[in-house]
């Protein structure tokens, strides 16, 4: 199993990036981001179950951030909009089998992370 990020960079605040997570190995219920910046605990950004009906948000991110899933291609986006300084973080994609789950700890596979850096 192998989750891969990418899409990070650097950004001005106020604009908008994309996102991507590709999964392979199998198939996953629920897949999520999660951020880590510098000095700061791994948080909850955004999840959605195998058919993209539900999803869920962390408050900070909510009506900026969009998150999908294209099951087709075993890949997951986080549509980031209206960036703001305060979102720059490393991005982690996680899954999971079950649907749900906003803690670091209820996640069993986990990739690299990619770096979003948003400019002032």
């Known amino acids: 199993v192998q989750l891969v990020e990418s899409g990070g960079e650097l950004v001005q605040a106020g604009g908008s990036l994309r996102l991507s997570c590709a999964a392979s190995g199998r198939t996953f219920g629920n897949m999520a981001w999660f951020r880590q910046a510098p000095g700061k605990e791994r948080e909850f950004v955004a999840n959605v179950n195998w058919g993209g009906s539900r999803t869920s948000y962390a408050d900070s991110v909510k009506g900026r951030f969009t998150i999908s899933r294209d099951n087709a291609k075993n890949t997951m986006y986080l549509q980031m909009n209206n960036l703001k300084p305060e979102d720059t973080a490393v991005y982690y994609c996680?899954?999971?089998?079950?649907?749900?789950?906003?803690?670091?700890?209820?996640?069993?596979?986990w990739g690299q992370g990619t770096q979003v850096t948003v400019s002032s």
């Open positions: 996680a899954a999971r089998m079950e649907y749900g789950g906003a803690w670091v700890s209820n996640y069993d596979y």
